[in-house]
């Protein structure tokens, strides 16, 4: 590593924020926890948490003006991570109590999981799988260490649906409902499930994204 | 098959791990940071933690304690016991948990749920419901750690809490808490009939026939433990080995 890598997690008053301070930490990589415009701006990579409604979500954003210094990052090619929430919040619409302009990045919205296979049950609570689709390539990606039989764990009655299928980057299967669970655009990723809470396997994700930002440093 | 959680259970009070014996009769088990590194190191899929006197003695929990004991755990925590505003929320996300239980203040103040559903998420809150069963047959909701009686009947509170946009409900049985005699089928049986949200059964694990049962016969979606594995009488390799071997999609390490 030439310098050392600046890492903001962003602080929009949702989330769970220490456990993603540590899961950087167990690979030695300290993040700035900032709710500040100039602190993300001069950021090597932003993460995007997020526990909470889409509304609180994008609320939390907007009284502290970050909406457009997040858009401008987004399109500087620099990389970013949204997590649960955080991902959703990426697309460019809600529709959780109610109607809800998302930060648009990538395009497409965020809708209910529709009723499912044996009334399974809403939220998706639990360690699931995640698959390519056939033209996805994974290997110079952040999911490029993964197996089929990896879990990982999903907690959310909402869905990430992109209106083109190449920001669709993962898919998973829930109650005979095959979704989206990773968006891509270059090296932006958002992902449903939490990597910061998926043991091992999500350790290796956080550690993937850490030599992604790294190596686009170099 | 959906996958099913196995979850350790951590009553706290104070600095150490205690465990209830329906819900009263409290002995000390250990320490958590302790308990959590090895919990972790097996394989749970979850873990849940409660203070089961803030509540009572209408303090907050101890942050920092909550703190070091999520320092090094990459699974989710539910975290409850005197939660009684958005503020105490958004103090427990931000000292390792990811989902919070609410009991005693809910049931005082049903309203509250939808403001934290809307702020937090359905996802986000789990309703603790502390169960005892009565002469005449009906469940009644217990509060202040199974001290108090609340006057509602169980099946009505959790349809109306699930109404208010809860994600998962933590149904304990304060008569089998503790006494590893099995879960109280009939009790669980009641609630998986209609729920359309998750259910983590809690209250009277045992041999692993009873988690199977349980799983099987009352169709829940997790199981919350705390006796068998706190007292070293199974780990959580061995009950996730004879789950698996028993067709029970479980993650396992």
Sequence with gaps: MKDKLKIAIVDYGVGNLYSLIRAFEFFGVKTIVTEDEKELKGADAIILPGVGSFEAGMRGLEIRGLIETIKKMAKSGKPILGICLGAQLMLSEGHEFGLFKGLDIIKGKVVHFPILDNNEKIPHVGWNTIFPKKENDWDNSILRTFDKEDRLYFVHSYILEPESKENVFALTEYGGQTFCSVIKKENIYGCQFHPEKSGEVGLKLIKNFINLIKNGKN | ?253
Excluded at chain 2, 33 to 41: E, F, L, R, S, T
Excluded at chain 2, 47 to 64: E, H, P, Q, T
Excluded at chain 2, 166 to 174: A, F, K, M, W, Y
Excluded at chain 2, 197 to 224: F, Q, T, V
């Design chain 2, 1 to 253: 098959m959906k996958n099913i959680r196995i979850i350790p259970r951590l009553d706290i009070k104070g600095p150490n791990v205690v465990k209830p014996v329906q819900t009263e009769a409290l002995r000390v088990v250990g320490n958590p940071q302790k308990m959590v590194q090895q919990y972790y190191k097996d394989g749970a899929d979850e873990l849940i933690y409660l203070d089961i006197v803030a509540s009572l003695y209408r303090r907050n929990i101890d942050f920092n304690l909550l703190k070091s004991v999520t320092k090094n755990i990459f699974i989710p925590i539910t975290v409850g016991g005197g939660i009684r505003s958005t503020h105490d929320i958004n103090n427990v996300l931000r000292s390792g948990a990811d989902k919070i239980a609410i009991n005693t203040y809910a049931v005082k103040h049903p309203e509250f749920l939808s403001e934290i559903v809307r702020e937090f998420g359905s996802q986000c809150i789990v309703l603790y419901v502390e169960a005892k069963k009565q002469p005449d047959g009906n469940y009644e909701v217990y509060t202040d750690g199974g001290r108090e009686r609340s006057g509602l009947e169980v099946i009505n509170w959790i349809k109306k809490a699930i109404d208010l946009g809860v994600g998962e409900i933590l149904l304990t049985s304060v008569d089998q808490d503790g006494t590893r005699r099995g879960f109280d089928i009939e009790l669980l049986k009641k609630i998986s009939a209609f729920s359309p949200i998750p259910i983590i059964a809690h209250g009277g694990a045992g041999k692993p026939e009873s988690l199977r049962e349980a799983i099987m016969n009352a169709k829940i979606d997790a199981l919350s433990i705390s006796s068998i594995f706190h007292y070293n009488e199974y780990s959580i390799k061995k009950i996730k080995k004879y789950l698996n071997e028993n067709k029970i999609n479980i993650r396992t390490l």
